[in-house]
């Protein structure tokens, strides 16, 4: 596990922090590694059409589809050591025991480091999973500017790749026996349940909102209390209120979350005409989506027809839930009861590359604890022992898969 320092080390900073935005120097130069070390294992790693980064190690029979395994070793601003490297070097770990173990797998074995999953460049992320999976590209355009003012086409040209002809590495169901991507949780379920490994059900559907909220602009000396359409109270008081409405008719798992908010004028004298703020919730399945949706903006109807005010919602972003397939859940259930490893069944909030994978093949994750939570942040941290665990799972998990029939 040496590889996941060395490559944390490819982003640094003169101000000491660590960095590897998508198609950055840094995140090129960790690429670089991680390319490196597939050579000195004997691979020929090249990059496809949506600058995702594969080596392949041969099975007993090639004329199967392979079994894809890996995650992103991109990073979001000042990031943390084991967000999507633990996957990719956990795969070429495995591949690593399975080679030394004389590799008796029939199907071969395909290593994978996705192209910007975080997003941070462009503001869309996912990229390389996108493109594999053949669902439609939207929102990746050659004009796009980067947060540095480059052209997307002139990134992506430097890279290795174009955006016309990204969509070539698409591939059909039939080409891809499996997926697999192994990851840090990024929350606190297993660290606080003390599990070694979580079993990941299924990645949260996430909607994505613009709400405004208009009242009527006026004096605040002279307005009395009863003439008011005070747009920031009727917001007020929905916002308050999404907990409360997500407790009551979400899972356990689900999250409602208002980030962002805008007052107009914006002064302090006056009466605010509008507000607009943005509503962000996560669910497992989509009845539950639905029906927080639905709950959450009836209590928006109620809250702004009561004091007469006029609201308008826009939807940003849909993405369905995306469950894990469900012969994955159980081989890895099946492995860790075995070798009595401690585990949970958990769902995932955040998006990871498996969320695009699953729409198109057979996907599972394993989750390893993230101590106390803390991710996308310096003090991300995994006990060696818990990446070690995940990486005998996966290892295990290979085989079982081999033999599994997904058709
Ligand atoms: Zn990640």
Redesign the pocket.
């Known amino acids: 596990m040496n590889r996941l320092e060395e490559i944390y080390a490819c982003g640094e900073k003169k101000d000491n922090t660590h960095t590897r935005i998508a198609f950055s120097e840094e995140d090129i130069k960790g690429r670089e590694l991680f390319s490196k070390y597939l050579k000195e294992l004997g691979y020929k790693p090249y990059l496809d059409e949506a600058g995702n980064l594969i080596a392949r190690l041969d099975g007993l029979r090639n004329d199967l589809p392979p079994i894809i395994m890996g995650?992103?070793l991109d990073t979001v601003p000042d990031g943390g050591k084991y967000?999507?490297v633990y996957g990719c070097v956990g795969a070429l770990e495995v591949a690593e025991a399975l080679v030394e173990d004389g590799n008796k797998l029939d199907h071969p074995i395909e290593i994978i480091v996705f192209s910007d999953?975080?997003g941070i460049c462009f503001g869309k992320g996912l990229l390389g999973s996108n493109a594999m999976s053949g669902l439609p590209m939207e929102g990746f355009s050659e004009k796009d500017l980067s947060i540095d003012g480059k052209v997307r086409k002139d990134v992506f040209g430097n890279y290795g790749f174009c955006v016309d002809t990204m969509t070539k590495a698409a591939r059909e169901r039939s080409a891809v026996h499996c997926f697999i991507e192994m990851?840090v949780e990024q929350g606190r379920i297993l660290d606080k349940a003390n599990k070694s490994i979580g079993v990941v059900t299924a990645i949260a559907g996430v909607k994505r909102y613009e709400v405004t909220v208009v009242g009527e602009t006026n004096h605040s000396g002279s307005t009395m209390m009863s003439d008011r359409k005070d747009a920031l109270v009727a917001a007020a008081d929905f916002i308050s209120n999404v907990p409360k409405i997500v407790n009551q008719y979400g899972s356990m798992f689900g999250v409602g979350t208002v980030g962002k908010i805008n007052v107009t004028p914006g002064s302090m004298n006056v009466i605010p005409g509008t507000c607009q703020f943005s509503l962000e919730i996560r669910e497992q399945t989509k009845e539950k989506l639905d029906l927080l949706e639905k709950q959450l903006f009836e209590y928006l109807k109620k809250a702004c027809y009561e004091t007469k005010l006029d609201y308008k919602v826009k939807t940003v972003a849909d993405y369905e839930p995306a469950p894990m397939d469900e012969r994955v859940i159980q081989s890895l259930q099946n492995i860790c009861e075995n070798e009595k490893i401690e585990y949970q069944k958990l769902p995932s909030g955040?998006f990871?590359d498996a969320m695009f994978m699953s729409r198109t093949f057979p996907t599972g994750m394993i989750f390893v604890p993230s101590v106390k939570g803390i991710s996308h942040a310096p003090g991300e941290y995994t006990k060696l022992e818990d990446l070690e665990n995940g990486c005998n799972l996966l290892f295990k998990l290979v085989q079982v898969l081999d033999k599994t029939n997904f058709d």
């Open positions: 995650s992103h967000d999507g999953e975080e990851h955040a990871h």
